[in-house]
């Protein structure tokens, strides 16, 4: 059974760094075609694709936010870490973490809500 | 960088009838399409990928067709539950793997 959390703040302030973890379980990052991605949704707008980082450590971003994302796999831990740098109101919203198998998001996480404090 | 467009915006439609919802991407990007369901307060829900695969557990009133440039998820017969949002995601080659906007499935 494949299942996924996110974890992280609720609340940031402007300019700081915002770190979300992803917890998984039922499957591995070492297997060939595995991924897992970040999508994000501000509230009451549509889907946005940030990042994903295959098995072998391939990692993708977003062009417009590859300045301000990091994408890391914690092997040992199950995790999969995003940071997102410089952070202003407009990156509020919900954060989601997905299973993606060459290609599509066929499990997510339940998302976390996150605030710009200002 | 690849654009989805979905049309249209918002559908309005009865139980029982039937729904086609409409994804167009600016370039070709084969059939490396997925399509989402996503209701109120809950997760998007994989629905369709490789434009016509139905994923696991999904029932056959959903049906996903095209290639190229456009796509189509059709629903043959609302039940009440399909009324939510519909997304377009492409996965081909570069990203971004942005979505489409969105289509608001409302009942009539």
């Known amino acids: 059974q494949i299942t996924l959390k996110e974890s992280g703040p609720t609340v940031v302030k402007p300019t700081q760094t915002l770190t979300l973890t992803c917890t998984f379980s039922g499957f591995s990052l070492s297997t060939s075609g595995v991924g897992v991605s970040w999508i994000r949704q501000p509230p009451g707008k549509a889907l946005e694709w940030l990042a994903l980082?295959?098995?072998?450590?391939?990692?993708r971003y977003s062009p417009s936010l590859t300045n301000r994302l990091t994408i890391t796999n914690d092997t040992a831990k199950n995790q999969v870490v995003l940071t997102l740098t410089n952070v202003d109101p407009m990156d509020t919203g919900t954060y989601y973490c997905?299973?993606?198998?060459?290609?599509?998001?066929?499990?997510w996480g339940q998302g976390a809500l996150v605030t710009d404090s200002s | 960088e690849i654009v989805m467009t979905q049309s249209p915006a918002t559908l309005s439609a009865s139980p029982g009838e039937r729904a086609t919802l409409s994804c167009r991407a600016s370039q070709s990007i084969n059939i490396n399409l997925a399509w989402y369901q996503q209701r109120p307060g809950q997760a998007p829900r994989l629905l369709v990928y490789h434009a016509s695969s139905r994923a696991t557990g999904i029932p056959a009133r959903f049906s996903g067709s095209g290639s190229g440039t456009e796509f189509t998820l059709t629903i043959s017969s609302l039940q009440s539950e399909d009324f939510a949002v519909y997304y377009c995601?492409?996965?081909?080659?570069?990203?971004?793997?942005?979505f489409g906007q969105g289509t608001n499935l409302e009942m009539k």
């Open positions: 995601q492409h996965y081909n080659a570069r990203p971004p793997y942005s």
């Open positions: 980082i295959y098995w072998g450590d391939d990692k």
């Open positions: 997905a299973h993606t198998l060459w290609g599509p998001c066929d499990y």
